[in-house]
């Protein structure tokens, strides 16, 4: 229970600039003595703390970004509250920002933070040097100086430390004045600090083509690049002008003119709330460097405006430092950028207000009256009690500043209403930690107020702010507030924003292919203008793609940045055995989307409509798809007569299963294919954002290995990764160190969990599991192996080669003896190249029904276009693919399924069915039809025949015994010397089982004989000595090790039946001849 109940005491302070003193190093905190005593014991001179960013406006951090940081802390009695090193704030500013006095830090009593393993990179060779032959003395100063390390960052050694006498210097002469290593792995932390006995450190090569730029140390101090240090600094007259001269204000007695000299900048919403700013509403955040452009200060009140506008409105301005805002962007709420942003322009004015950080003397509202935006969560009484408590808490908070026509919205969590209806939310209110899931909006209608008479000034400079023309204050002790009516109209995104909990936008857009998406889009905004149903453009569309390919992700994230409310209608939900009662909740559920325009209608899982009520008559569909049909169809007149903005949008797995009455309803339709390999690097980037990697991890190589796998498989993959790290470090660490230092995901651990999904994929899809066959368990076929890696490897490693219109050949065709290792190399090419494995025989495809033996042909093909790259094995290829023609089959059967097949071969040749590679195997190319031999098709044809050299003979014995133990008097040559040469591969395969058993026999005799001679001399004991006792208690090594001797291989040769007689080699050698002179005529 201490897990759930002990949590380490964390504080929350403002922050101060001092240099630490020199005993506790640059990388040290102060801490003023009421903190300190919260903190430490009192025989401590130091303590380990955790500081993380108080502020959570900070910038969404990256995989190689500290969320916290682990650092020394001592007292000083000078220090009010926490005192960082100065460096600090340009070092870590996602933690500290840009200073301004403002900002908080939370911080924690860190627990033991021991790294296990550290790799140092040598970034010059004199360190490297250095490392090598002084790597005690090295070891000895990092235990010694308790330096925290941090993944990353440089270890800074002064050479002055290090001098002996001289003899370090002369032995190491040097430019440098220090030796300098980057930290590339700290396990399993990635920052904490090393201990004797507990931290191994490893030392990796001077890389030279590595390019030594400045960064930071974990001793405290920067580094700086000598060539930029040096560089000079222009100052610009114009910044002496505006750092002598003040910041003037504009004259507020006249309407706000937004063409003054006022500055320019581009407005963009904000992606994450912040909750430290009570009222985000009216926060705008820009960088601290444009607090000159404007003449403000944090926290001080402006004027914005929109470009097209001349309506203006107060704000209040935040610093908002962060790399991926430039300077000349500032940022908004949701809500804030749709007041100001009435249109698509994005361009707003900002200039000073006249009352700096007080507060504004604008008017106190009397009364306001809202109205709400149909929305499925507005409408109905539902959750009428949830968002009126809501909108309620909003305005008793604080106070509101509002204008006419503003945009406010609340957030709700609709899992409370379940909890509603079993407790009285008056006497037990609900506090939930699941957060809120949907958004509720409301429009200010009007503002009624006074005039504040006391306002303005002998200038008149705040006329205009007590006429209320820059908004009103809302007070929730002397404003009456009433919500009357509901508006339809679009919303901005707010997911992200409010830190919604929306199951349907998993992965977020980066999940989804970039030209869907487009398209989609492209389709969306078309169907949204007037008129757009007359000129044909219908708004139903359809998306189909593999369950976990993101249709739905994409559907609801392409609606949300339209502004567009959403209703989901799940056909597994909706049937039931009770027609009429599914009937009923269809025909609800459009209604209330139809009520809530601008609205999307996403219909999920439409081909299960197929698994309904049985069809009225054959072919014309089910009940219930003649029930959505007929609610589509009012949706249409519906939007025809009224232009109200209602689209369809419906997903599905297998359209083939969609009834054809609703099929041809939607016009339009997207494939969600699998993602490319760029397509999933973006994937593995956009969900390894919010987790820590460990410097082996490349990104670009697990996209080239997570080939056929959907979005949901690479976000189910990474996730069981970070799984897999907490477990590996739980049984090293403690459980609240664990909560409090992020672990860092190792290579092996995303490559084990890897394996579990590509094992998972392939089970879903229906490959069969092949043992890893690796081509040196293939002896001799060198010539074969090198013709089948330029088939298939080539494109693979190589797709630039074929970018100019270069045909890639997609079929093989292994012909030749039984036994020579055709199904054996098809294995081996699949485990080699990474690719998935399907096996056809013949039986499989066959099917009494008309129709379904060549559909079965299709769905393998489909499968493989699906989970490619892969490789469809047909083995016994003359079984299924027979000359046509010559069957006695009344039906046509074969000669059906032989169409059919070369259909798809054509079809693999062209652009949509790349990366699908065809080997087919048959004993008998004689009795395949001709047409398959053709171009395009299986125009790579490999004969594999027997070894006809004792060298050949010799390698593949070599392959089939590499995991054997041999006898030392062993020579394989001698028995590669007494072989025949119409042996196949499969005959030596066993002959070396053989051999093995032989020698396993032999191995069992000397034990009985040992055994037997062990009772014999034993006379007091009761029991005889068992195999099984004598195995496990009293063996010697020796006795475990079979040996493999040359007799053992003598003896299974005399034994050995040949698989293929002498003559029968011939007639397969005359085949060979006859192909090969065929081919040569067609050339």
């Known amino acids: 229970m201490s897990f759930f109940f002990r949590h380490p005491l964390s504080l929350e302070s403002a922050f101060t600039l001092k240099d630490p003193p020199d005993k506790g190093g640059s990388d040290t905190v102060l801490l003023s003595s009421q903190l300190w005593a919260s903190l430490s014991a009192p025989q401590d001179s130091r303590v380990l703390v955790l500081i993380s960013s108080g502020d959570s406006i900070a910038p969404l951090l990256t995989s190689q970004e500290l969320e916290y940081l682990t650092c020394w802390a001592s007292e000083d009695s000078d220090v009010e509250n926490i005192a960082i090193p100065p460096h600090w704030s340009d070092l870590y500013p996602h933690i500290f920002g840009s200073f301004n006095g403002r900002w908080n830090l939370h911080l924690s009593a860190a627990e033991d933070v021991s790294l296990f393993e550290v790799v140092l990179t040598a970034q010059t060779p004199d360190a490297y040097s250095f490392a090598l032959s002084h790597g005690s003395a090295l070891e000895e100063w990092l235990f010694n100086s308790s330096l925290v390390i941090r993944t990353g960052e440089e270890l ?96 507020h007695n006249a309407p706000y003119d937004a063409t003054a000299t006022n500055p320019c900048f581009r407005l963009q919403p904000l992606s994450r709330e912040n909750r430290h700013i009570l009222n985000n509403d009216v926060a705008l955040y820009m960088r601290t460097s444009d607090f000159r452009r404007v003449g403000v200060l944090d926290g001080d009140w402006a004027i914005v405006s929109n470009l097209e506008s001349s309506q203006a409105r107060l704000v209040r301005v935040f610093a908002h430092d962060c790399e991926s805002v430039p300077s000349g962007v500032v940022k908004a709420s949701p809500s804030l950028f749709s007041n100001i942003c009435v249109d698509a322009s994005s361009q707003v004015w900002i200039c000073p207000s006249p009352f700096g950080d007080r507060q504004p003397t604008i008017p106190v509202a009397l009364t306001l009256t809202l109205s709400r935006i149909a929305s499925p969560f507005s409408t109905g009484r539902k959750f009428e009690a949830l968002f009126l408590k809501e909108i309620q808490s909003y305005f008793s908070s604080c106070k509101r500043l509002v204008k006419a026509g503003d945009l406010i919205n609340v957030c709700i969590d609709t899992d409370d209403v379940e909890v509603a209806d079993e407790l009285d939310m008056d006497k037990l209110p609900i506090h939930r930690q699941s957060g809120s899931n949907a958004v509720v909006s409301f429009i200010v209608d009007k503002v009624e107020y006074d005039p504040p008479t006391n306002a303005v000034d002998d200038n008149g400079v705040h006329r205009q702010f007590a006429l209320g023309n820059y908004g009103c204050f809302v007070d929730s002790h002397h404003t009456r507030i009433m919500q009357l009516g509901i508006q339809n109209r679009g919303l901005p995104d707010m997911s992200r924003f409010n830190y919604l909990h929306d199951t349907g936008v998993r992965s977020g857009a980066s999940a989804i292919s970039t030209s869907a998406m487009d398209a989609m889009t492209r389709l969306s905004e078309a169907t949204r203008f007037k008129g757009a149903v007359e000129f044909g453009i219908q708004p139903f569309l359809l998306i189909s793609g593999a369950r976990g390919s993101g249709k739905f992700t994409m559907a609801s994230s392409i609606v949300r940045r339209l502004g567009i409310h959403i209703t989901e209608i799940n056909c597994f939900a909706i049937i039931s055995d009770n027609e009429a009662r599914a009937e009923g909740s269809l025909r609800a559920r459009v209604e209330m989307a139809s009520a809530c325009a601008p609205c999307t209608i996403v219909i999920r899982h439409l081909d299960a409509l197929s698994q309904a009520t049985p069809a009225l008559e054959a072919g014309k569909g089910t009940a219930m798809s003649h029930a959505l049909n007929d609610c589509l169809a009012d949706v249409e007149a519906r939007v025809l007569s009224t232009g109200l903005q209602i689209f369809v949008i419906a997903t599905a797995t297998e359209t083939s299963k969609i009834p054809s009455i609703l099929l041809s309803r939607f016009t339009n339709e997207i494939v969600l294919k699998a993602p490319s390999e760029a397509e999933r690097s973006d994937i593995i980037s956009h969900c390894i954002e919010h987790f820590k990697l460990a410097s082996d991890v490349s990104v670009s190589s697990f996209a080239i290995q997570t ?122 090419v699949a485990t080699s190249c990474s690719l998935n ?155 070396c089982s053989d051999a093995m058993l032989n020698a396993l026999n032999r191995k069992v005799v000397e034990l009985d004989s040992k055994i037997a001679q062990l009772n014999t001399q ?13 195995l496990t208690e009293i063996a010697e090594p020796d006795d475990l090790h079979i040996l493999v001797t040359q007799m053992d291989f003598m003896h299974a040769l005399n034994e050995l039946v040949p698989s293929v007689s002498a003559v029968e080699m011939q007639h397969y050698a005359s085949i060979q001849a006859r192909f090969m002179q065929k081919i040569v005529e067609d050339i």
């Open 837 to 991: 494995f399907f096996s056809v025989k013949g039986p499989e495809l066959l099917n009494m029904y008309i129709g379904e033996s060549e559909a079965n042909v299709r769905r393998i093909f489909q499968r493989a276009r699906d989970a490619k790259p892969c490789v469809i094995f047909f083995d016994e290829l003359d079984s299924v693919a027979p000359k046509r023609g010559n069957q006695g089959d009344s039906g046509g059967v074969m000669d059906r399924i032989v169409s059919q097949l070369l259909a798809e071969l054509d079809g693999i040749s062209t652009a949509g069915g790349g990366d699908v590679f065809v080997i087919g195997a048959t004993n008998r190319p004689d009795l395949l039809d001709p047409a398959l031999l053709r171009p395009g098709r299986f125009d790579r044809m490999l004969y594999l025949g027997v070894s006809e050299t004792h060298e050949a003979q010799l390698d593949i014995l070599h392959a089939l015994t590499r995991k054997f133990k041999l006898d030392s008097d062993l020579n394989l040559a001698d028995i590669a010397t007494e072989c025949p040469f119409h042996y196949t591969g499969a005959d030596f395969y066993a002959l």
């Open 156 to 251: 800074i050694l002064p050479r002055t430390l290090f001098l002996s006498n001289g003899d370090a210097s002369e032995a190491f002469p040097s430019t440098f004045c220090s030796y300098r290593y980057r930290v590339d792995v700290a396990y399993p932390y990635s920052q904490g600090t090393m201990r004797r006995n507990v931290t191994q450190v490893l030392v990796a090569c001077y890389d030279e083509g590595g390019d030594i730029r400045g960064g930071t140390s974990t001793n405290g101090t920067y580094s700086p690049d000598p060539e930029t240090a040096s560089e000079p600094v222009e100052i610009s007259e114009s910044f002496l002008i505006t750092a002598a001269l003040p910041a003037s204000v504009a004259n």
């Open 707 to 828: 080939a056929a796998l959907v979005a949901t498989d690479i976000v189910d993959f990474l996730t069981q990764a970070e799984v897999i790290a907490v477990r590996e470090s739980l049984d090293k660490i403690a459980r609240r160190t664990l909560s409090s230092c992020p672990i860092a995901v190792r290579a092996n651990q995303l490559e084990f969990s890897l394996l579990k999904a590509r094992t998972t994929f392939a089970r879903n899809i229906g490959a069969p599991k092949i043992p890893a066959v690796m081509w040196e368990d293939i002896g001799g076929l060198s010539r074969v192996k090198n013709e089948i890696l330029d088939t298939i490897q080539l494109p693979l490693e190589h797709p630039e080669l074929f970018m100019d219109g270069l045909k890639k050949r997609s079929g093989i065709l292994l012909y030749g003896p039984p036994g020579t290792g055709k199904t054996l190399l098809a294995k081996a």
């Open 1018 to 1030: 034993s006379q007091i004991r009761k029991h005889q000595l068992t195999p099984q006792y004598y």
